[in-house]
């Protein structure tokens, strides 16, 4: 049961992080942390009807499952997707 509690603090430590971080940033993509864009444009290809995929400029072509795809889904579920 102890072991249990650790975990559970840790957890939860991470998510406060997590969500702090989130909310001191605002909406603006981090240059630091490029996927943040690649995350937004599937997001909001999915709102458009065009799927998980997002154009690629290093390929000159569009990338299919490159990113886990639940977060952009979550995105484009929530709120309306504004890339930069």
Do not use: C
């Given at each position: 049961?102890?072991?249990h509690a650790a975990i559970t603090a840790l957890?939860?430590?991470a998510l406060?992080?997590?969500?702090?971080?989130?909310?001191i940033r605002g909406e603006e993509i981090d240059p630091r942390l490029p996927d943040q864009q690649e995350y937004l444009d599937i997001a909001e290809n999915i709102q458009k009807g065009y799927?998980?995929?997002f154009y690629d400029?290093?390929?000159?072509d569009s990338a299919y499952a490159y990113r886990m795809p639940a977060y952009p889904l979550f995105i484009a579920a929530g709120r309306s997707v504004h890339s930069a």
């Amino acid at each position: 049961m102890r072991k249990h509690a650790a975990i559970t603090a840790l957890l939860v430590a991470a998510l406060a992080i997590r969500l702090t971080w989130g909310f001191i940033r605002g909406e603006e993509i981090d240059p630091r942390l490029p996927d943040q864009q690649e995350y937004l444009d599937i997001a909001e290809n999915i709102q458009k009807g065009y799927g998980l995929r997002f154009y690629d400029m290093r390929f000159y072509d569009s990338a299919y499952a490159y990113r886990m795809p639940a977060y952009p889904l979550f995105i484009a579920a929530g709120r309306s997707v504004h890339s930069a």
